[in-house]
């Protein structure tokens, strides 16, 4: 069945250092990728997507690229900020379907 | 911007009771779902709707009911609740209806349930 995997947490950065938070998905078909955060105290919002081989995610300096030959949607930033601090979750939707499958999550925790 | 509200951010029950977790949505969407999300296994989905009055099993939908009489609304019922029910809930609403879904998700800040 259509799983996604993330690696581990917490993980515990410097300010300023730059971030990877890796994710690897099995699935049939071509399923759009997400990344998802959750700030503390809140529900999850959307932080990029991509929806087909090679497409590159974006947004507020985190990037994500669609590799189908590794199956691999990492999360990466240049140079996270203490404000970066979060839970990210990876997760498919395979067409056709209405289920979303989440990862279980990566705690970051920036320092100042 | 998209709206997804949760009735109560937390909530203390005691085992047996009944309990109601309501969301609405303001953007007038089809699809609404509700999770539980919990440390170590991420979220999980307990009910879907893609309409008003119609609903579909998540992966975990024992011990859970749901409502969906209005489309904006979609209530999350705990028939009687159990220890093992202490979990974060998300709502969470998208636009497109049936099952060519390619839309991204909006959630709610989340319940958290304690059921002693």
């Known amino acids: 069945g259509n799983s996604v995997t993330q690696m581990e947490g917490p993980v515990t950065l410097s300010e300023e250092a730059f971030l990877t938070i890796n994710c690897t998905y099995t699935?049939?078909?071509?399923?759009?990728l997400f990344w998802y955060v959750q700030y503390p105290g809140e529900g999850l919002q959307l932080l990029l997507k991509?929806?087909?081989?090679?497409d590159k995610g974006s947004n507020k300096g985190f990037e994500a690229t669609y590799r189908k030959e590794t199956t691999s949607f990492h999360l990466e930033k240049g140079s996270v900020q203490v404000s970066d601090s979060a839970v990210y979750f990876c997760?498919?939707?395979?067409?056709?379907?209405?289920?979303?499958?989440f990862g279980t999550g990566t705690r970051l925790k920036v320092l100042a | 911007d998209v709206k997804v509200t949760q009735s109560s951010r937390y909530l203390v029950k005691r085992t047996g009771e009944k309990v109601f977790l309501e969301c609405v949505q303001d953007?007038?969407?089809?699809?609404m779902f509700w999770y539980r999300q919990d440390p170590g296994l991420g979220l999980r989905l307990i009910y879907f709707?893609?309409?008003?009055?119609?609903?579909e099993k998540g992966d975990i939908p024992e011990g859970y009911s749901v409502s969906r009489e209005k489309k904006e609304r979609f209530s999350l019922i705990l028939e009687s609740a159990s220890t093992n029910q202490t979990s974060m809930y998300l709502c969470?609403?998208?636009?497109?209806?049936?099952?060519?879904?390619?839309?991204?998700?909006?959630f709610g800040p989340g319940t958290r349930l304690t059921v002693l």
């Open positions: 997760a498919l939707l395979t067409s056709g379907t209405y289920k979303y499958i």
């Open positions: 969470a609403s998208s636009l497109r209806g049936g099952p060519l879904i390619t839309d991204t998700q909006y």
């Open positions: 991509a929806t087909k081989a090679d």
């Open positions: 709707s893609y309409d008003v009055k119609m609903k």
């Open positions: 699935a049939t078909g071509y399923p759009s």
């Open positions: 953007m007038d969407h089809e699809n």
